[in-house]
């Protein structure tokens, strides 16, 4: 995916659904970091997922950025491809996305049948 | 889009304000208007009450909902009966509030030994509670 | 149509009507037939064509963008307004889910004469165990079927032979003789947000995706919405019906779950009695699932987590702890021992404020060509979709202010 991009195509996919490369929910675009704001070409950096990404989102979201823990950066050479969702090209677990389901995942695996 | 803050705010005023006012109660004489919502409530336990009795002697109902639901209907009762005997009126509507809470004391009882009772006590209490329902109605259209 | 096709369409409108009913159609309704007759009946069928629109334009959107509606309501409205969405219909849903669990316990105990304390736990429980070990289909399914014992009530209604010269003339608005205009107005508001519940086409369209629609169901999305919700309006009317046919005339005003049933019994005998019992027991067990996994779909989809019954809980396990949470936060709530019937009220009226909050999303995203390409919303949808706003706007703003001027409908 090309690194030069419009800004206001970057924050159309602010708050979109992150798809990982086997089609599964690995959590939505929270932040995006871009270099070069002030240039002719500005480009998106990476997306910043979960955690403390919420902190630029008003009271509501510092309030939650500070109950989570650190976000998760992707950097944006691993989009695969742009449509109403962000396809990642790899897993979520090799970029440490859905580490939330991993870390309740032992407590709900307790009960028979999950 | 920004209308939504003003939409939340508005929610969570409303959310205080409601539960303020659910809070509150009506301390106080008890007016013309409060009598009258007492004597509707007890109109309406007694005919419940009643109905029930019919129907329980008539077979239609089964034992267990028979006692459950006349236990509740006596927990209501009971407690109109505790609020009139120590509530407070103005001097022209004492006889009127004695009455109720009188009706209250009996509805109560009919409705505590529907829970337990033979066929023939659940006819003698279907009676009672009828005749109190009517009195009940009575009481309350005088008040009008 | 071939034959699983009706198949399905009629598996999925019997659902439809057994689940329609829930806790808080049942007081209104019963509520409003004790003090007004039949004068309201038309409120309900104001509130069957609202829910019919709006859950609708919800599985269409599921069925074309193949995703949930409130999966979109992030990512169309940004991110202040989606959490402002998320917390209005979670605190709705907590509520509902409490009221639903205390009618399920109330059902139980009229059925068994356990105490009633001891089985708030043992329903919360059961549903949750129900909830964890049926597959989605088999959920609906199950609760909805065994709902039909509502359709008790209908036989009643005809049985308590009510002037049906009177039930006609309810189905236009007119008079308010028996209570005043504020308390009719209230049942007005609270027959309608009865009626048109946000949890319910919330998942509904989540249901959608876990049923894989695609564009071949979208037929198949209107029929069972259309017929399900009208015939679940019926049992709404049966209600209502009897209880102005029966207890209008005795002035008994039903403070109760066990008092509908009263009203079968005195009607059909011990077999009403039951099948009214067991009716609204797994209705309203229902709708306790339902609003507990709307809640975990909202969660999962504001923060874009794995969702769904189809995933193993253990690999959607942030998802399956919200709806958990939200069976254990509203078990909390109903030991506090708050009369379920009160608690009813409540969580109806308070779904009626965050009616335009829930309900205005939908309207957006149905008419939003990146996501539904052709088949955005076409004008009939959208006339009777915004006049519906319009409406639900309206009473959101008089909703509270009419629940306490009336102390809750009582004068």
Redesign the interface.
Known sequence: MNKVIDVDIALSILDHQLVDGDGQNCGKVDDLEIAGLDTDSPEIVEIIVGGNAWRSRGLLGRLAARLSGDAVHVPWPEVDSVTSVVTLKRPAAELRLNRGDERWAALVGKVPGS | MRGFRKESRLLVLGLIVGLVGAGCGSGGKLGVKALSQESKSLRSLAAEGALLAQDAVSGKTTRVYTREHSSDLYKAASQAEASLKTAETEPELEPKLRQLAVLAAQVSADLNRLGSASKEEERAVGRELQAAAKESKKIGEGLK | MSVKNVLAVALGIMSAIGGFVDIGDLVFNTQAGAIFGFQLLWVVVIGVVGIIVYSEMCGRVSAV?K?PVF?LV??R?????????L??SE?VNLMTCAAEIGGVAICF?????LPYRLLIPLAVIGLAVCS??LPFRWLERVFGYLGLGLLVFAVAAIKLHPDWGQVAHGFVPGSHSGGSLMVYLYFVVGLLGAAMTPYEVYFYSSGAVEDRWGLKELRLNQVTSIIGYVLGGFLSFALMIVAGALFLP????P??L??P??AA??AL??L???LA?VGILFAVGGAAIETSFAGGYNMAQF?????GKRE???????F??SWLAIFALALLLVMTGYDPVKLTE?SV??SV??L??TYLPILLIANDR??MGSNVNGKLANVLGGLYFLLILVIAVV??PL??LTH?G??
Do not use: C, K
């Open positions: 963008a995703r999966d992030r990512e409205t940004g991110f202040g307004a989606g959490l402002a969405t917390i209005a605190i105990q009229l059925l068994s004469g964890w070990v005795l002035g008994i005003s403070q109760f066990g008092t049933a009263l019994e005195h005998g011990q009403g009695l039951l019992l923060f874009g987590w794995r969702w193993r809980p253990a690999r959607a396990s942030r399956t702890l409540f009226i308070f404020v965050a335009p909050l990146a996501y909703a509270i629940m306490l809750g009582q004068g």
